[in-house]
Each structure stands twice: as structure tokens, then as C-alpha cells.
């Protein structure tokens, strides 16, 4: 696990390129893969990447939201590069559109915006937080290099409610990695999720029973977070259809603090 944990920061630190374009509002990144035996680069990583490279392209703002559509597979054998451009920025608020591309094309675009923090008051309506699962909870996700804990199988191929939730913890990181880390972990389970409630299918029947691929993915910030203390990424899937199902979920602490928020649709066609 510490290696998958260190090729994945690694992914998260971009490479600044110069642009061929004598302009201020661009700015592009290059960003490495993840070495996983997958046959495809994993969304969570472009999702991470993009959230990174929007906060180095306005660092002087904190990510509100992004709204990703993903547009074709990405090679794990070539750099991604990111184009960042800033359509708006003002004293509040900032307006960026990023494109992640290899030399096939584009392999997905995102609209996101930016926020200076602003003081105000608080209030949440949402339900209460259970408190974090026992150790004995701890569930092994491929892609996740961090602690997870859950007491939901997402490998049953029974019926039930499409709900999931998992507490996770990274290792001990800087803050400014919490969105994106986040942003990594929101992109695995939505599919699966949805899935329990088909009767003779799971996730880990992908590319064999079904095919499934997301298609896009929207994230919401609420507020500033560690990913490195306890979260609960809470989630159902109220629909599947058409080939397509559609999932959504929180983000909470501890404590009960709303933190982050995310949606996700993708293909699922089952063979009737």
C-alpha cells in the first residue's frame, strides 16, 4: 500500500509547461500515471489531476466545484496534459474550463469554479453521522491506498438498497491534496453501488457480465477538510435506466460536518 500511496501523490504533482501561446490566461500541466494493472487510465486520477491543476492555475482561490464529462479512455503509457483556461476571475469568485488530453485526443473536459473565502453564517440540515466502523471493518479497495472501512459488500450479486457508505483515512498529507485525494475516492463506488440492486450482478463483473464506463462526474466543496482525519463518503443510487445509471453523495468528518458532495452518471448496459 505505501507504494500505491506514493505513485499517486506522484501523479498529483504536476509539471508546469510552458505554452506555445504568448498568454496569461492559459496554463498548462503535465501530469504521470498510476502504475495499476488496469487496462485504462482510472477517472479518479484524471479527477484528482484536473482539481490539482485548477488550484495551481488560481492558487489565490479554493476549489468550489467541478463538473467533469469524460470523452474517451486515457493510455497509462502516455503523460496527460492539462490546459487550464481562466474564462473569468474577479475579487470573489473565478471561472476556469481545463481539457485533459493525450495524443489520441481529449479524454475528458471540466467546468469549475473558484471561491475566495468569505465569512457568514452556518447552517446544515442533514443526517446525523454514526460513529467511525471498528477496525475489524477494514475493507481492501484496489484503487484505494489508504484505510477504508465498510460494512457493506459491494461484491454481493444479491438484491438490496443501493447505499453505501465507507469511512476512509489517508495517511498523514497536506491539506491542499484533501480535494482532489477526495475527488480520487468519490469515483469507485457509485457504479457498484447501483449495482445492488440488480439481482446476479456486481461490480467486479465489469468487462465480462456488463459494460459500464462513467460519463461524467460533478463535485461540490463546502468547506475546508483534511483527508488525513476520519471521512464518510455516504451514497445511493436512485436510478438506473436506459443503459445509464445515475449515483450521488456526501462527504462528511467526524462530526458530522457536510465537507464536500458529488454526482456521477455512467453507461451500465446488462445484457437482457
Not at 468487462?207 to 471521512?231: I, Y
Request: proline share 6%.
Amino acid at each position: 500500500m505505501p507504494e500505491l500511496w506514493n505513485d499517486l501523490l506522484n501523479c498529483l504533482d504536476l509539471r508546469a509547461c510552458p505554452s506555445d501561446e504568448d498568454r496569461d490566461d492559459i496554463a498548462l500541466f503535465d501530469g504521470t500515471n498510476q502504475q495499476l494493472e488496469y487496462h485504462r487510465l482510472f477517472g479518479g486520477q484524471l479527477l484528482a489531476q484536473l482539481v490539482r491543476a485548477a488550484q495551481l492555475s488560481c492558487p489565490g482561490k479554493s476549489i468550489k466545484s467541478l463538473h467533469a464529462v469524460f470523452a474517451r479512455e486515457g493510455r497509462a503509457d502516455e503523460p496527460v496534459r492539462y490546459e487550464i483556461t481562466r474564462r473569468h476571475e474577479g475579487r470573489s469568485f473565478a471561472t476556469l474550463s481545463a481539457v485533459a488530453q493525450q495524443s489520441r485526443g481529449v479524454l475528458a473536459t471540466a467546468s469549475v469554479s473558484m471561491h475566495a473565502h468569505e465569512d457568514g453564517p452556518e447552517l446544515q440540515t442533514i443526517e446525523a453521522v454514526p460513529p467511525v466502523l471498528p477496525a475489524d471493518a477494514h475493507t481492501e479497495f484496489t484503487l484505494i491506498p489508504w484505510e477504508t472501512r465498510t460494512t457493506t459488500d459491494l461484491s454481493h450479486s444479491g438484491v438490496s438498497a443501493p447505499e453505501f457508505e465507507m469511512w476512509m483515512r489517508t495517511p498523514e498529507v497536506d491539506p491542499d491534496f484533501a480535494p482532489a485525494l477526495t475527488a480520487y475516492a468519490t469515483d469507485l463506488n457509485l457504479i457498484g453501488t447501483a449495482l445492488l440492486g440488480v439481482d446476479g450482478f456486481d461490480h467486479t463483473g465489469n468487462g465480462t457480465k456488463f459494460t459500464s464506463a462513467v460519463t461524467s462526474h460533478n463535485l461540490w466543496f463546502h468547506r475546508p477538510f483534511r483527508s488525513d482525519e476520519w471521512l464518510l463518503l455516504r451514497q445511493h443510487s436512485p436510478i438506473l435506466v436506459h443503459g445509464r445509471c445515475f449515483g450521488r453523495g456526501d462527504v462528511l468528518t467526524e462530526n458530522g460536518s457536510l465537507v464536500a458532495s458529488f454526482a456521477q452518471e455512467a453507461l451500465v448496459r446488462i445484457p437482457q
